[in-house]
T-cell receptor
Framework: NAGVTQTPKFQVLKTGQSMTLQCAQD?????MSWYRQDPGMGLRLIHY???????DQGEVPNGYNVSRSTTEDFPLRLLSAAPSQTSVYFC????????????FGNGTRLTVT | AQSVTQLGSHVSVSEGALVLLRCNYS??????LFWYVQYPNQGLQLLLK??????LVKGINGFEAEFKKSETSFHLTKPSAHMSDAAEYFC??????????FGTGTSLTVIP
């Protein structure tokens, strides 16, 4: 049972480069989201989706794009990487009920030099 | 907007001692509350959740948390700490299930 799968696990980018962080879930969850984790700041919501074709911004969306063409996949795009985007990124999914917890992937550690 | 405050970014306890990790939330209505644990280089795992069924919630690995509406708190406890409990713990709240708000985390160290 794979759950939420994130790739890659590690990535180093130069300032200005673009890349896509991949996220896939096999639990048929409607809700998917991206968080970034920085020391002393907890997890902050970047973007989320309540279903295929529907996305919305979270707390820190600037510099990131998302799309949701299928229920399973929710990629996060960095358009022009900046050192401030150095972070650990987590994808999470859940059923569309308020009491359902998030299921997390193992994260992608991104360094922008 | 929701917010979550975790008092104490670092907590150290001796093995066998009581673990108490504090979480306070701000919300105009009782939210859904969660505690997650994160081991090094891993994602977050659910420890327990409060969904209004009972104010004392039991989770995995011997942890429990009590919802106190009057204090807007959801503190996490474990009677006897084990070395394997060393990890980072996050409290989170949600009203709708679409947006979760996380505290800044508490790193638990267990001293042998």
């Amino acid at each position: 049972n794979a759950g939420v799968t994130q790739t890659p696990k590690f990535q180093v980018l130069k300032t200005g480069q673009s890349m896509t962080l991949q996220c896939a879930q096999d639990m048929n969850h409607e809700y998917m989201s991206w968080y970034r984790q920085d020391p002393g700041m907890g997890l902050r919501l970047i973007h989320y989706s309540v279903g295929a074709g529907i996305t919305d911004q979270g707390e820190v969306p600037n510099g990131y794009n998302v799309s949701r063409s299928t229920t399973e996949d929710f990629p996060l795009r960095l358009l022009s990487a900046a050192p401030s985007q150095t972070s650990v990124y987590f994808c999470a999914s859940s059923p569309p009920t308020p009491s359902s917890p998030l299921h997390f992937g193992n994260g992608t550690r991104l360094t922008v030099t | 907007a929701q917010s979550v405050t975790q008092l104490g970014s670092h907590v150290s306890v001796s093995e066998g001692a009581l673990v108490l990790l504090r979480c306070n939330y701000s919300s105009s209505v009782p939210p859904y509350l969660f505690w997650y644990v994160q081991y090094p280089n891993q994602g977050l795992q659910l420890l327990l959740k409060y969904t209004s069924a009972a104010t004392l919630v039991k989770g995995i690995n011997g942890f429990e948390a009590e919802f106190k509406k009057s204090e807007t708190s959801f503190h996490l406890t474990k009677p006897s700490a084990h070395m394997s409990d060393a990890a980072e713990y996050f409290c989170a709240v949600s009203l709708t299930g679409n947006q979760f708000y996380f505290g800044t985390g508490t790193s638990l160290t267990v001293i042998p």
